[in-house]
């Protein structure tokens, strides 16, 4: 692990940043889209796709089963399937990457066959995976452990389509069985499946170029399979990261004089925008941005308000954190539930060193108390969502702070701290001792 770190002087509470922000395309869509590519007979080319870690190391993954990885600048790849795929995806990369896990069933429905270790990623409690297993073997597949890896196998090399219910409602499980449907025999129809639109710009592709899939942005998608896909050249363009736009928001409306945030999908941050008004930000938004300035005079602190996390198109768990350091600044008590991760809130305790009013009320549910003037610390990154709120927690702070881990944040964010410097914040990258 190097030691690069961001070293950050905060802004004391004072609203200064101005300026214009574009948001990337979207990390958990854009992730799914390359892992469809295995659906594919022919080349995928994707377009606006963010230049993070993340995706850099799915690029390695199907670079190392055998598709012919390209780039065409930062921002685009071009993905081929080769004759000479391997069913085995390699372990020291998939630990590294929880979204690893959604290749095993596009590879699973192509070749019939598929090995994997668990996979790895946040720090953000128990990842399970019983789901995807439940559902493999109920496509028709044979499950064998051997040693630490996964080895899956349907007979005569073809899953079969049928009811999948989710006894969660799993983001990553709705679009794993949506990719393997495409390829399985007959229908899959998935219950109780998840909502993200991220899921429904995946099918909305897939379906451009051939695949059957039916309910998607429902509780109840249904895939009619049939054979390998074929993009004919129509490229997949990366939507807008509803996330990214999220932290921004959060971050204008808690140092910005006046910023606007351009790219978003504004359906796609309802929640939010919802929440921040009640709270009592200044937000204006048109077809595909957010404008945010500071109020003055008292009217400028916020209110306290409760959140709670919840699958879309409720308050997402991946804004829960930079939402929090928010609330650290808001008047009264605010109670943040945390309903889909257990561990989601252990970051609480570096923003408490920072002086911040936290009580744990049990591992879901946290007590906030502001406003209260945070301070400069040296905070370590547990995850890329925390590891952003962190960052935003310095630039509100009173002094400096120094953010370790910035690898964390790079799996998620662009060019992120050129892009908070346009807007005013005074952030470094340092590398080295
Ligand atoms: N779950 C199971 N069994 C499974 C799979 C999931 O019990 O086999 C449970 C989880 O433990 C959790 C709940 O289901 O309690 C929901 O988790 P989900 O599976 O929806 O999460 P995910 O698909 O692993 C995706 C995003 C996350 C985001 C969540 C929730 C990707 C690659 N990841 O994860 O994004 O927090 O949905 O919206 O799409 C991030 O980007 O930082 C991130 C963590």
């Known amino acids: 692990m190097n030691n690069d770190r961001f070293l950050i002087k905060g802004l004391a509470g004072a609203k200064t940043l101005k300026g214009t922000v574009k948001v990337s395309g979207a990390k958990n869509a854009a992730l799914k889209a390359m892992a469809a590519s295995l659906l594919f007979k022919d ?37 081929t399937p080769t004759k000479e795929i391997s069913y085995r995806l390699n372990p020291d990369i998939s630990k590294r990457i929880r979204s690893s896990i959604v290749l095993t069933g596009p590879l699973l429905a192509r070749l019939g066959k598929v090995a994997f270790p668990h996979p790895g990623g946040c720090v953000i409690g128990e990842r399970p995976i019983d789901l995807f297993i439940e559902g493999y073997k109920k496509m028709g597949a044979k499950v064998r452990v051997v040693r630490d890896e996964y080895i899956i ?34 229908t899959t129809v998935i219950k109780n499946a998840a909502l993200e639109p991220e899921i429904v710009h995946l099918a909305e592709y897939l379906n451009t170029c051939g695949a059957r899939i039916t309910g998607m942005g429902t509780p ?7 054979a ?25 409306a808690l140092a910005g004089k006046d910023v606007r945030i351009e790219k978003c999908n504004i359906e796609n941050i309802q929640s939010l925008l919802e929440t921040l008004k009640l709270s009592g930000v200044n937000i ?12 003055k005079g008292k009217k400028g602190v916020c209110k306290a308000v409760h959140i709670k996390t919840h699958e879309y198109p409720g308050f997402p768990t991946d804004l829960q954190a930079p939402m929090t350091v928010f609330l650290t600044q808001a008047e009264g008590e605010s109670l943040v539930f945390e309903t889909i ?11 408490v060193r920072m002086h911040a009013d936290i009580t744990m009320m049990d591992p879901h549910r946290i007590l906030v108390k502001g406003p209260k003037q945070l301070h400069g610390k040296t905070l370590e990154s547990p995850d890329l969502r925390a590891g ?20 964390n944040i790079y799996r998620g964010y662009e060019n992120i701290e050129e892009r908070l410097q346009s807007l005013g914040v005074d952030i470094q990258l340092v590398s080295g001792d």
């Open 341 to 351: 991760f257990e561990g989601r809130l252990n970051y609480t305790e570096s923003l």
């Open 153 to 186: 196998e349907a007979p005569d090399g073809k899953l079969v389509g049928t009811e999948l219910y989710l006894r969660n409602t799993s983001v990553t499980a709705t679009e794993t069985f949506m990719m393997a449907g495409v390829l399985a025999k007959g």
């Open 284 to 295: 204006e938004t048109g077809r595909d941005w957010v404008r945010v300035r500071s109020t």
């Open 388 to 407: 952003l709120a962190f960052v935003i927690a310095a630039i509100i702070a009173k002094g400096g702070s120094v953010v370790h881990n910035v690898y």
């Open 228 to 252: 390998l896909l074929r993009s004919q050249k129509k490229a997949y363009v990366t939507m807008p990261d509803r996330i990214e736009a999220g932290s921004f928001i959060i971050l204008a």
């Open 220 to 226: 109840t998608i249904t895939i009619r399979g049939g």
């Open 43 to 79: 080349e995928v080319t994707l377009r606006n796709v963010p230049g993070i870690e993340d995706i850099k190391r799915i690029a390695d993954l199907l670079s190392d089963l055998g598709l012919d990885v390209n780039t065409k600048g930062k921002n685009t790849y071009i993905l």
